[in-house]
């Protein structure tokens, strides 16, 4: 997965990804489930969700709770908010309604 640095640095920034540590030559050595993280995060992206709303799940998975219901209730509201400037439904809709 290819992103540039500094969406890594702010999603730092903004708490929805931890920060690394710091080996002895100063680099970053990021936890190895970052890939998985950073996956989620385009995903949820995707789904419209907003970065608060992203941090919230994130918050909810860090501390061992079970998200589900809420992941649930932020999806439906996005479902049932009509996308500004678009008439279409969103990709996750239109394939199964097909």
Not at 54 to 80: P, Y
Request: hydrophobic share 35%.
């Amino acid at each position: 997965m290819a992103l540039a640095t500094q969406t890594i640095r702010f999603y730092e920034r903004r708490g929805l990804l931890h920060g690394p540590r710091r080996g002895p030559n100063g680099y970053r050595d990021y936890d190895t489930s970052m890939p998985d993280r950073l996956r989620f995060i385009r995903t949820a992206k995707t789904a419209r969700l907003t970065l608060v709303e992203i941090a919230s799940i994130i918050a909810l998975r860090d501390d061992g709770a079970t998200h589900c219901t809420h992941v649930q209730s932020l999806l439906l509201a996005k479902l049932q908010t009509p996308r500004r400037g678009s008439v279409s439904s969103p990709p996750w809709r239109r394939s199964s309604e097909a």
